[in-house]
């Protein structure tokens, strides 16, 4: 009986259900459609979408998409839409009640192509982040977001032989480590630093730790460089072409599924077009100048707060050519071979595993094959294939503490063909070619490191954050050696708009691996260690504008140098001290946006106990950069850049003797190691782009001319072939760059 | 330096020729291990007297696979030059003879003695052409280029003065072999020439 009751009253509650539904649908109106960015068409969630005159509004979804119900008795005529302006240009619209299918295209306002990338608090003592779009942006990159680095504080300006290293607050290029995603990469750039092995499309942003960095990070004791993929948008087919002095690039990303994502794109310079033309009489291109990349990409969404992101890519770098005539300074050197080629794949996962925790879990391998022929009897042939796996747990233990635990672990198969002089070390004085002894070595092996990190982040008050850590690192360096590392960071922030932030902690990593070779280095080499502290003020000037001061101070020991005579050929004894204040100014006011960045600083170092203190090889006193860019509107858009920097020390060379089997002039040092100094750099750049915005994508096209003023900027001492008279190497002259850009 | 024989054969004697202008004074010291690169070559092992003389006869000291020679020179206003060279026992090249294989023919001196060009061309023997390197010497005027390699041609570029000129060209076979040729000719309205 109950239960026919039940079946009953569950028949009439339907049909008085359907009778409603019936009569809401015949008699209010509906309003709804999308709302989404003019020319990229990317979703713009979050939007108050307003239809004052019927005081009925909603918000736009995760999706862009709105839906208004209007009440029977109002719901005839024409009624006007708004949509408020924020990121972007304001919305108006009369509709005819109802109304279904519209779309609504939203121009951005500068602010929101330019904004700063806002991040909580982190672990790391200091973390500059630029999104690509505003790093692509500065003149002089040539449209590459990762070279952005060149104008934030602590770096130095890298030119001539060194251009496209990292060298961060006063440590050398190979301290300094870089990641995508978390995993590591061994080559940042192409041959010459031109541009990155990422296409800058599949770059969300740039995230430069100048030191202090958390125990999350290791195996450097200089900085760390960081490339964050940008997600791959899930609502369409989107892509872009590029097309510029030096190369074409083209990608395109599609949703396959309801969780999945996938992209594709690839990369070739046509050097090899137009160089061996120009440089025809001087020299002959066995294989002509070139690079090429590729990438493939799929992000998926496979369970509620879980993502994974899968990446492989490669690039390709190759140049070969024969000179002429033999060179006057060397006859050894009657050309130069490279060629550079990566293929990687990784895969990373964030879990958000509950309110309080997640977890990070990341494994990539690569294929890395680096080919040197300095000369017709020389060569260098290197192969390793290593694999890392890591992982990070962050938990949130209370209202005041945060933990995160993880490890990495590396292990990576090597071999080694070579047929080389020793390399010249920091300070040495280059031996030519033809006259340096020559070692032969056919070298294989297994080697790896390991490490667990845990950091605890308290909080106790909203003013007051101290975040502590330690790093415990293995390496399976000849004898199998660790190091513990403790950091320290804490912030305060006496009032909302300003933060004061300590640091100090130790750092190690292994020696760089041609100074443990059995043939070339010393197997037996500890690990190289740095002591770092910092202090730094953030303070915010109102509207968009920050101010951040940090002084530092870094102190090296363990550093591997050439050894003395009679004794193994390199040591661990080493030490140098660094010390500087960096100035960061970032803000934008109106249509114009920009930073300034300064450094100032001396770094030195004692190559063994006893011996004098000598300068860095990349000491600079003073490294300024300026970046400013102005919407001029209409979709114009002009940028200035301004580096300024103390040239780099250098030892003065002069004629030793003459080596009558190799017929070459062998230099030595004329004054102690690097005691003289290059003349200061200085260089101004601007760009300017012109874009065209149209319902469903957009076209940019930009002029970008380097070193406007045309100045001799002295990269290196060159010398005439008996060392006799003295012939600088300068860097590039005013030059234009042009590129062609569409994205959809 | 050129030496002969070539190879060295341990305990046995043999001459060294430094090729120098207008020297006075050559001083030869001979070492066991390499002169090491520093402000002036420096014998780790100590080094030995040889003698004097842009050319000299030298008992080798048995045991040695490389007899690593200097020669300090000395011009007549006191400027100093020191060389280094090795002298190997294994020596895997040959000391090749030097030939100019060409001299260009329609711009001789005797047409235009104080303004004129010489195409000149070195070339080895024995199969080694094609590696070789040359490097150029005049005693006025210049070579351009001054170091060639295989058959490439230079020229020589006579000067605006009048007087006796020496042209040298030295070849190297890029395996230890070195040797060199020497031209006297006379650039003036009454050139006699080239004279090897």
């Known amino acids: 009986m109950m239960h026919l009751r039940c079946v009953a009253a569950a028949a009439v509650a339907l049909a008085a259900l359907l009778i409603a539904d019936r009569a809401v649908a015949q008699s209010d109106a509906v309003v709804e459609g999308q709302v989404v960015e003019l020319g990229t068409r990317k979703p713009l969630p979050g ?13 736009t979804g995760d999706d862009g998409r709105f839906r208004l119900t209007v009440a029977a008795n109002r719901a005839r ?3 006007r839409l708004e949509i408020p302006a924020f990121d972007h240009e304001a919305a108006v619209r009369r509709v005819v009640l109802p109304a ?62 060194a251009t496209g290293q990292l060298v961060v607050r006063g440590s050398a290029p190979g301290d300094t480590r870089f990641d995508v995603d978390g995993l590591p990469v061994q080559q940042l750039y192409h041959f010459g630093g031109l541009y990155s092995v990422l296409q800058d499309g599949w770059i969300g942003d740039v995230r430069y730790r100048p030191g202090g960095f958390s125990a999350e990070f290791g195996n450097a004791i200089g900085g ?15 892509g872009n072409v590029d097309i510029n002095t030096y190369h074409a690039a083209a990608m395109v990303t599609a949703p396959v599924s309801t969780t999945w994502t996938v992209g594709a794109g690839a990369r070739r310079s046509y050097f090899d077009a137009w160089v061996p033309a120009v440089l025809g009489k001087a020299a002959k291109f066995t294989a002509a100048p070139r690079y090429v990349d590729y990438q493939l990409r799929a992000d998926g969404r496979p369970a509620p707060g879980l993502t994974v992101r899968l990446l492989a890519f490669g690039s390709d770098d190759e140049l070969q050519l024969v000179t002429a005539a033999p060179s006057d300074a060397d006859p050894a050197t009657q050309g130069f071979g490279l060629r550079r080629y990566f293929h990687q794949i990784q895969a990373t996962a964030n879990w958000q595993l509950g309110p309080k925790s997640s977890l990070y879990l990341g494994l990539g391998t690569s294929y890395q094959k680096l080919k040197l022929s300095p000369s017709a009897t020389t060569r260098f042939d290197l192969t390793f294939d290593p694999v890392t796996a890591r992982a990070l747990w962050t938990q949130v233990l209370g209202r005041d503490l945060t933990l995160r635990v993880g490890g990495w672990a590396t292990a990576q198969r090597f071999a080694v063909d070579a047929r080389l002089p020793l390399p010249t070390k920091e300070g040495q004085v280059p031996l030519p070619l033809s006259a340096a002894p020559v070692l032969s070595s056919r070298e294989t092996g297994l080697g790896g490191d390991g490490a667990l ?41 006496p009032v909302p708009e300003t933060a004061v932030t300590l640091s100090a902690g130790l750092y190690h990593q292994a020696p760089q691996p041609d100074t443990t070779s059995e043939a070339f280095g010393n197997p037996n080499l500890g690990l190289e260690a740095s002591e770092q502290y910092s202090l730094g003020v953030q303070q915010r000037l109102g509207g968009q504008a920050q101010l951040e001061v940090t002084g530092f101070a870094k102190r090296f020991n363990g550093l591997v140098v050439p050894g003395s005579f009679g004794g193994p050929r390199y040591d661990n004894l080493g030490s140098g001290l660094v010390r500087g204040a960096e100035l960061l100014v970032r803000g934008s006011a109106g249509p114009v946006d920009g930073w300034v960045s300064y450094t100032l600083s001396r770094a030195t170092r004692i190559d063994r106990p006893g011996q004098p203190e000598r300068p860095f090889a990349f000491d600079q006193t003073h490294v300024l950069a300026v970046v400013a860019g102005c919407d001029l509107g209409s979709g114009w858009r002009a940028g200035l850049r301004l580096r300024a920097a103390s040239g780099n020390p250098y030892t003065p060379l002069q004629a030793a003797y003459f080596d009558a089997s190799a017929d070459v002039t062998v230099p030595a040092a004329a004054t102690a190691p690097l005691a003289a100094r290059l003349p200061a750099f200085v260089q101004l750049d601007a760009r300017i782009d012109k874009t065209w915005t149209f319902d469903l994508w957009r076209l940019t096209a930009y002029l970008e001319g380097s070193n406007l003023t045309n100045r001799a900027n002295v990269e290196a001492i060159g010398y005439n072939h008996d060392y006799s008279q003295r012939r600088d190497v300068v860097g590039l002259p005013v030059l234009a760059g042009f590129g062609v850009r569409g994205s959809f | 330096m050129r030496t002969d024989p070539v190879a060295l054969p341990s305990g046995a004697t043999g001459t060294i020729e430094v090729l120098a202008h207008d020297v006075t004074v050559a001083v030869w010291q001979g070492c066991a291990t390499p002169w090491t690169a520093q402000a002036e070559p420096v014998c780790r092992t100590g080094a030995w007297p040889l003698g004097t003389g842009t050319k000299l006869t030298v008992p080798v000291p048995a045991g040695l696979t490389t007899l690593h020679l200097r020669v300090d020179a000395h011009g007549p206003s006191g400027q100093a030059q020191s060389a280094i060279a090795r002298w190997s026992a294994q020596a895997a090249g040959s000391n090749p003879g030097v030939l100019v294989s060409a001299v260009a023919p329609t711009v ?25 390197t040359h490097t150029w010497f005049a005693t006025a005027g210049e ?47 009454t050139a006699q020439g080239v004279t090897p």
């Not at chain 1, 108050?48 to 019927?54: E, I, Q, S, T």
């Not at chain 2, 001789?108 to 070789?132: D, V, Y």
Request: hydrophobic share 45%.
């Open chain 1, 47 to 59: 939007l108050p979408v307003l239809l004052p005159a019927l005081a009925t509004e909603t918000t």
């Open chain 1, 77 to 79: 005529g024409m009624v």
């Open chain 1, 100 to 161: 279904s299918g519209l779309v609504f295209r939203l121009k951005p306002l500068p602010a929101a192509r330019f904004g700063s990338v806002v991040e909580a608090p982190t672990a790391d003592a200091a973390r500059v982040a630029v999104s690509a779009e505003t790093a692509r942006l500065v003149p002089g990159n040539s449209g590459d977001p990762v070279k952005v680095v060149e104008a934030l504080p602590g770096v130095a300006r890298t030119g001539g032989p």
């Open chain 1, 224 to 238: 760390w460089l960081g490339l964050t993929l940008a997600p791959l948008a899930a609502d369409g087919v989107h």
């Open chain 1, 453 to 493: 990190h845990a950091d605890g982040r308290w909080q106790p008050a909203t003013w007051f954050d101290v975040t502590a850590g330690v790093r415990a690192g293995w390496w399976s360096l000849a004898r199998g050696t660790w190091a513990a590392d403790p950091r320290l960071t804490v912030r305060i922030n």
């Open chain 2, 108 to 132: 001789g001196l005797h047409e235009a003695p104080l303004s004129g060009q010489l195409a000149m061309r070195g070339s080895t023997p024995g199969g080694a052409s094609a590696s070789a």
């Open chain 2, 143 to 189: 070579f351009l280029p001054w170091r060639t390699r295989g058959e490439s041609a230079t020229t020589w570029f006579a000067p605006a003065v009048a007087g006796p000129v020496t042209l040298v060209c030295v070849s190297r076979d890029g395996l230890g072999g070195v040797g060199w040729t020497q031209w006297n000719l006379h650039v003036g309205s």
